[in-house]
Nanobody, 123 residues
């Protein structure tokens, strides 16, 4: 079994930055894709960013392109999400997810999920 644990959320003002971390533990093997999703109150969980194992393939949602950066340290089984120029509409619970078979933007493709970390951006 794989466990994912996010950290780094908090309350910030518009224009500020935050870095989220997600550590994977348990029965992890190499080659997995890591993704970030978010869910705002009353909305569906949406894709934010994903990174392949080696980091050569990364994709982002249009709404965060140019502001957010996903990176990973495979030696630490950790993925990061650097969020700059935060906006109130970025307010959500952020989840990391892991999948061994694909690296897509579809939440249905991911088999393992963290518990989420709250990010609140005030205007």
């Amino acid at each position: 079994q794989v466990q994912l644990s996010e950290s780094g959320g908090g309350l910030v003002q518009a224009g500020d930055s935050l870095r989220l971390s997600c550590a994977a533990s348990g029965r992890t093997f190499s080659g997995y894709c890591m993704g970030w999703f978010r869910q705002a109150p009353g909305k569906e969980r949406e894709f934010v960013a994903a990174s392949s194992w080696g980091g050569s393939s990364k994709n982002y949602a249009a709404s965060v392109q140019g502001r957010f950066t996903i990176s990973r340290d495979n030696a630490k089984n950790t993925v990061y999400l650097q969020m700059n120029s935060l906006k109130p509409e970025d307010t959500a619970v952020y989840y990391c997810a892991l999948d061994y078979e694909s690296c897509s933007s579809s939440r249905d493709e991911y088999h393992y999920w963290g518990q989420g970390t709250q990010v609140t951006v005030s205007s």
